[in-house]
Structures are given as C-alpha cells and as structure tokens.
C-alpha cells in the first residue's frame, strides 16, 4: 500500500450496516480524525465509523480487510508523533463511544473498561471506591489509545507505564479475529505475553477494544513539594541521588527556566523563574513528612533553594495542573504557532549529560523551546516551536530531532519513553534496535495483519 486509499459509496454503504453508532464523511469530521496533537500535515481520512461493541470491531476489520481498505483506530487525539493521521486514507475508527466501566474490583484492584474510556472519567468512578489509576499523561486520553502507544506519565516512577498496568486485553486482529490476551492475576507464566505485544504496538497490530488494569488505593496522605536550582544540570543530579537514596517518591519532574515562565502567564501562578523540580509523596502523613525532609536535606547538597511542600490538595492540584498544562502553556505564548513535541530516555546515570547535550543543541538554532520530563525514570522532553507558515521550519526542527535522537541512542539510550514511534521516528528506531530486530517486527506484522490495512506507515515504512 503505497497510494492513498479513497473508500467508495458501496463500502461506505455496507458500513453503515456494520456500525451502530454511525458513519460520516462530513468535513468537519473528516477534519477531526485527520490530525493529532503533533505538527504532523493532517492528512483526511475518507470516512470516519464509530462502533459500539467489540461485535462491531470485528465485522468493520473484516469488511476492510477483505477490501483492502486501511484503518487506524481513534480514540482522543492527544498522541504526539502522528499515531492516528491517516496517512493512506481509508477508514477513521473512532472508539470513543465504546465507553464502560464494565466492572470495579476493589478486592482484587483491577478494574475492566472499555477502549474509549477516558483517564479522567475512570479516576472519578474509581475514587468512589478509595481507588485510582496510575498511569498519568497529563492529557485526558483514551486507555485505549494509552495502551496502543505505551502511555506512561508522572507517576511512572513509582507505580509503572501502561505496560506494567494493563493486565489483560481484548483486540480485534486485521481479519476480524477476536482475542483475549492475559489474566486477571497478577502473576502469568503461560505462553508468549500477547499483552505487552499489542501494549505499545500503536494499532499496527490489532484494534484494542477491552482492558483490565491494575489499580491502587487512594493513598492516606500526599504532598507537594516545589525547589529551585541555578542549573537543570543541578537539579538533575539532585533528583538523580534523590531516587538513588530509596525515598518513595510518587512524582519528580524538572521544568526548565523558560517553562516556568509559560506556565506562570497561563495559570496565572508566581514561580520564581530558574530549573526547578515538581515533587510529590505519598504514603502515611508521618512518613510523606519524613519523605520530604530527607529531599529537603539531599537537594540541599546541589545548590537547591526556596523549598516549599504542602499537603493542601487545592495546592498539590493546582502545582499539578499547571505541570501538565506546560504543552499549552508554551503554545499560548507563542500564538498562531505550532509545538513539536518529543521525548527520549536515559540510563539514570547519564540523565544529566543528556539534557545538557540537548539543551546546547537546542540553544544553536533560532527556535523557542523548553526541556521538561520525568527525571526520576530518566525520561525528558523537548518542545520546539514552529511558524505553520514556513514549512521550511519544521524540515529544519525534523532534522535537529534526528540528530538530538541519535546523540541519545549512542549514549544507550531510546529514542522515545513513552511518546511512541508513530510517523516522527521510524528511522531512529533502525538505529536503536537495528536492523535484524526491525526485520523480526516486521514478520510480526506480515502474520497479524498480512495486507497492512492496521494504521499503515506507522512505526516502519511499509
């Protein structure tokens, strides 16, 4: 498939016999399932078609596949390297009406839930029970579409990604196939983990309709806590020994200067403007105090200053909230342009040496940016900004990418922790697991989805 595909009115015709909950092709729904949150050119699919029931997922693939018509399954939009822009046209399968929480298990902490889902929405059902789930983006996405890209977040440090979260799935292979992957235990030794491989495959491999996840109890107490340093070397290297000591830290990120400033116009907030780190405890009120004493007495030692923590959940949300509107905060300073945003990963070892490294190469080219990320996992992210109307420009930011992505793969490390592949970095993943891994992945694919009709172009070239 190297030509867009143009879906017909006699297929269009036979869909809509297939999915209940309807089938567009009107522009302005053509136009929304064309683009995700990245500065990827949106690209029309050529009708949308939304399911209702794992039943209705089965029949849609079956019909494309025999038609050899592409699909890519659509949840929220939030993804960040292309993931849903339909690059060969086709089918748009939006899943965001398959959303139930089909069952709440406290005693066992899992809880089942529908692919269109959506994170915000679980957390508040779940906390009628005392619980919550983990996995926090920062973007109220889909667990569907968080499972497809391997989703991670904030809390990654201490309760895991969404591959150690997600327990057991539902997908739909190419051909309309339905299988269940995983238990509902939490220990599995049977057979190859089908899970974790459609977990992060980024709907290449099938449709994920249904997940069991791992859930935890609301925790007695949590805290915030806020410290600055002169340097986002210094702040890394603290928060570096800080997870080195043992301490149970629920969130550390870094923001670097610039961001500080963004955040502080668009949520109105009055941060002092250097590197600073976002920490959060959880735990017993005792041992959350103990908790951020000790961070206290470490960040100390690399020059950190002006250490505030509260145990105030109006002031714990707010802090939070400001991190996560950090993409939209950039954005807004900068009207009228777009983000590219990317992510990388490090041994924790070499954390401080990546920043810099890309922090200097970042700094040689004209484009505002910002280094942001969840330092206590060794993840970072950069977003650069770019005019919409210079397409030169994002040519220019696409190349800087690649080479800031390579100098993290020579030093060990990834090209993306938890952003995904998408269309943004096919190549750099040749070059991380080269290509003899690459030709494995491939095979996977040709057996699973043999005519390449699930979300073609993503993660290899076809």
Not at 191 to 205: F, H, I, P, Q
Not at 420 to 438: D, F, N, P, Q, R
Request: proline share 4%; with cysteine.
């Amino acid at each position: 498939m190297q030509t867009r595909v143009d879906v017909t009115p006699d297929q269009i015709a036979t869909l809509q016999t297939l999915a209940t909950g309807g089938v567009s092709t009107n522009e302005s729904s053509l136009d929304q399932h064309g683009h995700d949150e990245s500065a990827f050119t949106p690209v029309q699919p050529s009708v949308v078609v939304w399911p209702c029931t794992t039943q209705e997922v089965s029949a849609v693939l079956s019909f494309c596949n025999q038609e050899r018509i592409p699909v890519v399954a659509f949840g929220a939009g939030t993804s960040l390297e292309g993931h849903v822009v339909p690059i060969y046209g086709g089918v748009s399968l939006d899943l965001t009406q398959m959303n139930r929480i089909i069952e709440v298990r406290p005693d066992d902490l899992l809880v089942r839930v529908e692919t269109g889902v959506q994170r915000k929405a679980l957390n508040e059902k779940l906390s009628k029970d005392g619980l919550f789930f983990s996995v926090d983006p920062g973007a109220d996405a889909t667990l569907g579409g968080m499972a497809a890209t391997g989703a991670a977040g904030t809390t990654t440090v201490r309760y895991g990604s969404m591959r150690e979260n997600v327990m057991a799935l539902t997908a739909v292979l190419a051909d309309g196939t339905v299988i269940h992957t995983g238990r509902q235990t939490r220990k599995l030794s049977a057979g190859y983990d089908l899970t974790r491989l459609l977990v992060g495959s980024e709907g290449t491999l099938a449709v994920i309709t249904e997940l069991t996840l791992r859930v935890f109890g609301i925790p007695e107490k949590m805290a915030a806590a806020v410290v600055r340093f002169p340097t986002l070397a210094d702040g890394v290297n603290a928060a570096t020994a800080i997870v080195r000591s043992g301490i149970a830290v629920a969130r550390c990120e870094f923001l670097d200067a610039k961001c500080i400033g963004f955040i502080n116009a668009f949520d109105h907030l009055t941060l002092t403007e250097l590197p600073t780190i976002f920490f959060e405890f959880h735990g017993s009120p005792q041992g959350v105090e103990e908790d951020a004493q000790s961070v206290k007495e470490i960040v100390h030692e690399f020059g950190g200053s002006e250490f505030e923590w509260t145990t105030q959940e109006e002031g714990r949300r707010k802090l939070w909230q400001a991190r996560h509107n950090s993409h939209w905060a950039t954005l807004a300073a900068f009207p009228g342009m777009k983000g590219v945003s990317t992510d990388m990963a490090v041994p924790l070892s070499k954390l401080a040496e990546a920043v810099a490294v890309v922090d200097v190469m970042l700094a040689s080219h004209p484009f505002p940016y910002t280094v942001l990320g969840h330092v206590a996992d060794g993840n970072f992210h950069s977003q650069i900004i770019t005019d919409p109307n210079k397409p030169e420009q994002l040519i220019e930011i696409r190349h800087l990418v690649h080479e800031m992505t390579m100098k993290i793969i020579e030093m060990g490390g990834t090209c993306t922790g938890e952003h995904g592949i998408g269309a943004g970095k096919i190549s750099a993943l040749v070059a991380e697991t080269g290509k003899e891994a690459v030709a494995v992945m491939r095979a996977i694919k040709s057996v699973l989805d043999p005519h390449s009709i699930l979300n073609p172009g993503k993660i290899f070239t076809l």
